[in-house]
């Protein structure tokens, strides 16, 4: 693990960002999420060789629920005293310069592009509507960095430490939404904390819970048909 004394800076040099990621697997990890863990996994140690930043994986399972993995993840950010929390469902297709192009944007909490997995495959990003309902964000701006004013969905999110610290434990709770589980909750009590959440739409992950990877590709030709 990281040592938990590390100085945030050593003679005025910025040190690199530590990072927890954690992928909770509850089910066997499907071929194409499990290598693109793997060459991830690969990018991490050499950005870490380069001094850019370090990861240490947690990887829950088999058959624990996610806000139990979740909650175990997010108390090791607090335990080791790291920079960041990253998120990643054992489902997700994520590449290998994701945490490079998250980083770069230093944001609380932000997520890539990725869309439901299930009919009608909306992208897991919200705002509110004049009603004040949280709807998708169907019009999101391509290849740029937005804020998503009702939350987004937590299967890729990379959370700042200081949103954890702040939220206090448990930083997880279950939902009754069947559909989000406990996503827009989390997004919910950080945005009363005063944090915001941000969608990099340069950057895409791909659910593979159906034989078909579900990515922009194939929103944009369902949306033709609406």
């Given at each position: 693990?990281?040592?938990?004394?590390?100085?945030?800076?050593?003679?005025?040099?910025?040190?690199?960002?530590?990072?927890?990621?954690?992928?909770?697997?509850?089910?066997?990890?499907?071929?194409?999420?499990?290598?693109?863990?793997?060459?991830?996994?690969?990018?991490?140690?050499?950005?870490?060789?380069?001094?850019?930043?370090?990861?240490?994986?947690?990887?829950?399972?088999?058959?624990?629920?996610?806000?139990?993995?979740?909650?175990?993840?997010?108390?090791?950010?607090?335990?080791?005293?790291?920079?960041?929390?990253?998120?990643?469902?054992?489902?997700?297709?994520?590449?290998?310069?994701?945490?490079?192009v998250l980083l770069r944007r230093n944001v609380d909490i932000i997520s890539?592009?990725?869309?439901?997995?299930?009919?009608?495959?909306?992208?897991?990003?919200?705002?509110?509507?004049?009603?004040?309902?949280?709807?998708?964000?169907?019009?999101?701006?391509?290849?740029?960095?937005?804020?998503?004013?009702?939350?987004?969905?937590?299967?890729?999110?990379?959370?700042?430490?200081?949103?954890?610290?702040?939220?206090?434990?448990?930083?997880?709770?279950?939902?009754?939404?069947?559909?989000?589980?406990?996503?827009?909750?989390?997004?919910?009590?950080?945005?009363?904390?005063?944090?915001?959440?941000?969608?990099?739409?340069?950057?895409?992950?791909?659910?593979?819970?159906?034989?078909?990877?579900?990515?922009?590709?194939?929103?944009?030709?369902?949306?033709?048909?609406?």
């Open positions: 693990m990281f040592n938990a004394n590390h100085p945030a800076s050593e003679g005025g040099r910025q040190v690199q960002p530590k990072i927890i990621a954690t992928v909770p697997c509850y089910h066997a990890v499907e071929p194409e999420p499990f290598i693109n863990f793997l060459v991830l996994s690969q990018a991490t140690g050499k950005a870490e060789q380069r001094g850019e930043y370090s990861v240490r994986w947690c990887v829950p399972g088999p058959k624990i629920p996610t806000v139990i993995a979740r909650n175990t993840a997010s108390a090791f950010v607090i335990e080791y005293n790291t920079d960041y929390l990253l998120l990643i469902d054992d489902d997700m297709a994520v590449p290998a310069n994701l945490l490079d890539p592009l990725f869309f439901r997995s299930s009919p009608p495959f909306d992208p897991l990003i919200f705002e509110f509507d004049e009603g004040g309902n949280r709807v998708p964000m169907y019009n999101y701006p391509k290849n740029a960095v937005f804020e998503t004013p009702a939350g987004s969905g937590t299967g890729v999110m990379l959370i700042k430490a200081r949103v954890l610290r702040l939220m206090g434990s448990p930083y997880w709770i279950g939902s009754t939404d069947p559909t989000m589980g406990e996503d827009m909750d989390f997004c919910d009590r950080a945005r009363r904390l005063g944090f915001r959440t941000w969608c990099d739409s340069s950057i895409e992950a791909r659910q593979m819970s159906l034989p078909i990877a579900i990515g922009s590709s194939h929103y944009g030709r369902q949306r033709l048909t609406r």
